[in-house]
């Protein structure tokens, strides 16, 4: 059984940082590529990054660029996402995904796994 748990949301103000981790297990994570999504209430999911199995492709969302940096430690399981400068805009549950194949994806529908998201509210 696949199970994403999430850590690290939480209250910020504008400006703050936060990292974000992932533990993956039940899975292959070496072989899987991994993504971050989010949602704000009233809005549909988004994406924010996503890796490659090895982490040494990358891809982000147009909004994040040059302030989240989305990593990967094969030993350990697990995939990040440090977020800096926060915004306001940034509040939203933030969710880990994962995916049964080696190459990155910019779309949910693409990901079979999903965690159960942690929040991030970022207070201006």
């Known amino acids: 059984q696949v199970q994403l748990v999430e850590s690290g949301g939480g209250l910020v103000q504008a400006g703050d940082s936060l990292r974000l981790s992932c533990a993956a297990s039940?899975?292959?994570?070496?072989?899987?590529?991994m993504g971050w999504f989010r949602q704000a209430p009233g809005k549909e999911r988004e994406f924010v990054a996503t890796?490659?199995?090895?982490?040494?492709?990358?891809y982000y969302a147009e909004f994040v660029k040059g302030r989240f940096t989305i990593s990967r430690a094969n030993s350990q399981n697990t995939v990040y996402l440090q977020m800096n400068s926060l915004k306001p805009e940034d509040t939203a549950v933030y969710y880990c995904?994962?995916?049964?194949?080696?190459?990155?994806?910019?779309?949910?529908?693409?990901?079979?796994?999903w965690g159960q998201g942690t929040q991030v509210t970022v207070s201006s």
């Open positions: 890796i490659n199995w090895g982490g040494g492709m990358r």
């Open positions: 039940g899975l292959t994570f070496s072989s899987s590529a």
């Open positions: 995904a994962a995916r049964s194949s080696l190459d990155y994806a910019r779309t949910s529908r693409d990901y079979a796994y």
